[in-house]
């Protein structure tokens, strides 16, 4: 592999990454559909899709809907079950060129405590994502991510299940994303994923009814980057541990929004269905961006555009 000119290498919560670029869950697979198109070894890591205790057959079809400017899915979180995934999967995954996270979704706090347990005691599982963006069933349905209350009780259960670097996904169907941030960064929270996708719907004016079997989906993509970033922008006022920011990333442009608003490293997600490369582009043109302005690692860049940092005009100034 031929080095970056410049130090691309992040630490996501104790998640050592030498590509700050992370595939969103659900979006790649265990990497091995990807193989014959992208590097694994030029991207830093791959988010499994989230896994829940028992098997699930996901929604009614349609999934998938196109919309101008992203995706609209609601696949239900089909998934094989944590048992079987472990089994089948996830032991496959040891000579990965890659580290993989795991994903852990619930109806339950104690159901999310279980899956995270199992991921725990897989050693090709080198991090644990929590997809708080599941109803409670103990609350009337009240998803996890969108209470401060849920969101701690999860966090804390997931804490005490692992001790593997923890990353709490955050949803951006929320009024005041800081105060959930903050909730989950107390419970014991390693480092923060932000965003899931933005609740939306399509209807089709033939028929007359929703486009999705499930009615409502998760949009993704181009269409939601300005809220995401937005999302990481207030995140990064509010916590001190690292994040991941994601929603509509697809050049390195796009990615640089993210971490000059406050995120470490990045999720790509919709963008590797249009092209597999784009990761490893990404990658590319980020380190020919520092280097442009002879800078040597990611790092130094994070946040800069936050409140509170100076811009590259106000720092040559300083240093003249
Ligand atoms: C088809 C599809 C399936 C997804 N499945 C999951 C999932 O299982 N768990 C999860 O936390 N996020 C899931 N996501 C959300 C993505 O990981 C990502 O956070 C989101 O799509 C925003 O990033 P993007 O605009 O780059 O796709 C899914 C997204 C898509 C498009």
């Known amino acids: 592999m031929v080095r970056p000119p410049v130090d691309l290498s992040v630490n996501v919560g104790g998640l050592a990454l030498r590509y700050p670029t992370l595939m969103g869950s659900g979006c790649y697979g265990t990497g091995a559909e990807f193989a014959p198109f992208a590097d694994l070894s030029r ?3 791959i988010v499994l899709k989230s896994a829940t205790l028992a098997p699930r057959l996901g929604n009614a079809m349609p999934r998938l809907v196109h919309t101008p400017a992203g995706l609209l899915n609601a696949i239900g979180l089909q998934n094989p079950g944590i048992d079987w995934l472990v089994e089948h999967e996830i032991a496959a995954l040891g000579g990965m060129p890659c580290p993989i996270v795991g994903s852990a979704a619930g109806f339950s706090v104690d159901e999310y405590a279980q899956v995270c347990g199992r991921l725990d005691a897989s050693p090709e599982i080198s991090a644990i994502e929590l997809n708080i963006s599941c109803p409670n069933v103990a609350s009337e349905g009240e998803t996890f991510a969108c209470d401060a209350n849920l969101t701690a009780s999860v966090v804390r259960a997931a804490r005490a299940a692992t001790r593997k670097p923890l990353i709490v996904k955050l949803s951006p169907n929320v009024t005041d994303i800081a105060a959930i941030a903050r909730e989950a960064e107390r419970a014991g929270a390693d480092a923060l994923a932000v965003v899931n996708t933005v609740r939306g719907m399509a209807i089709d004016v033939e028929r007359w009814e929703p486009r999705l079997g499930n009615v409502a989906g998760g949009l993704s993509g181009p269409a ?21 920011g994601q929603g509509g990333i697809a050049n390195a442009s796009d990615a640089l929004e993210f971490i000059l608003a406050g995120a470490s490293a990045v999720g790509i997600g919709t963008a590797n269905f249009l092209d597999p490369r784009v990761p490893e582009r990404i990658a ?18 994070v946040g800069r555009a936050n409140a509170g940092f100076a811009t590259p005009e106000q720092r040559e100034g300083d240093a003249g």
């Open 43 to 45: 991207i830093g890591a």
């Open 284 to 301: 590319v043109e980020l380190a020919e961006y520092l280097a442009s302005r002879n800078l040597r690692a990611i790092s130094e860049i």
């Open 224 to 244: 939601i980057r300005p809220i995401a970033v937005l999302a990481v922008y207030e995140v990064a006022r509010a916590v001190r541990i690292p994040i991941v």
